[in-house]
């Protein structure tokens, strides 16, 4: 969805502030992972759902998306805050949306980082895994956090950018069937970024292998 669209969807009504009460929860558990805050708002199912945003980004020269929603919505905008635009559907699991929102930021933050792909592919893994530790903690579930719900909602995300980034095939962090989490070495409390480095480079090894084997194949044919 370009800006301009976004903008005419807030003029035509098909944005809408979320209900307060779900709103309250989400930005709980969102900023219990990630030190921001966040508004949260709906959007038409006809409509693309927007990729997270920060409320500085410019809809078109001089307006700026929390100033849209501000003034179109009569909604609170604080300072620095990620604006997230669910459709209804999105939002029936909240600790699933708020594990792909998860996801999204980290995927957005670790993407401007000046690294190699790989190393990017290292470190998101590296903190999913972390986000998982973090959601089976006492305090996440005193949020009412759903582990499972959260780290699927987090590989769901991952998942899609690494098939769209044409990286290996299925490569987010493994998971534990009967947790539903990014799956651990069991002597271990998390994986070190020399695991995941490991795998990550296992993982292109191989999708490189099969894609060779693929063009020998066509060579011979």
């Not at 997270?52 to 604080?78: F, K, Q, R, W």
């Not at 690294?115 to 990017?120: D, V, W, Y």
């Not at 769901?156 to 539903?180: M, N, Q, Y």
Request: aromatic share 4%; with cysteine; proline share 5%.
């Amino acid at each position: 969805m370009t800006m301009k669209t976004l903008l005419h969807a807030l003029w035509d009504g098909a944005v809408r502030p979320c209900a307060p009460a779900r709103a309250e929860t989400f930005d709980r558990l969102l900023s219990h992972f990630v030190p921001v805050e966040s508004v949260l708002l709906t959007i038409d199912e006809t409509q693309v759902q927007p990729r997270a945003l920060s409320e500085d980004t410019n809809l078109v020269s001089g307006i700026t998306l929390g100033d849209a929603i501000a003034e179109e919505l009569d909604v609170d905008v604080p300072y620095g805050a990620v604006i997230l635009i669910r459709h209804e559907a999105a939002l029936d699991d909240l600790s699933h949306a708020a594990g792909q929102a998860v996801a999204e930021l980290a995927i957005a933050m670790v993407g401007r980082a000046p690294m190699p792909a790989a190393r990017r592919d290292a470190v998101l893994m590296e903190l999913a895994s972390l986000y998982a530790l973090k959601a089976e903690g006492d305090a996440a579930r005193a949020l009412g956090l759903d582990p499972v719900a959260f780290c699927k909602g987090m590989s769901d995300l991952f998942r899609a950018h690494w098939s769209r980034a044409g990286t290996v095939r299925g490569a987010s962090p493994r998971t534990d069937a009967a947790r539903g989490r990014p799956s651990l070495p069991a002597t271990r409390s998390r994986l070190s970024l020399q695991d995941i480095s490991t795998e990550i480079a296992t993982r292109y090894a191989m999708a490189n292998r099969g894609t060779a084997d693929v063009d020998a194949r066509s060579r011979i044919n």
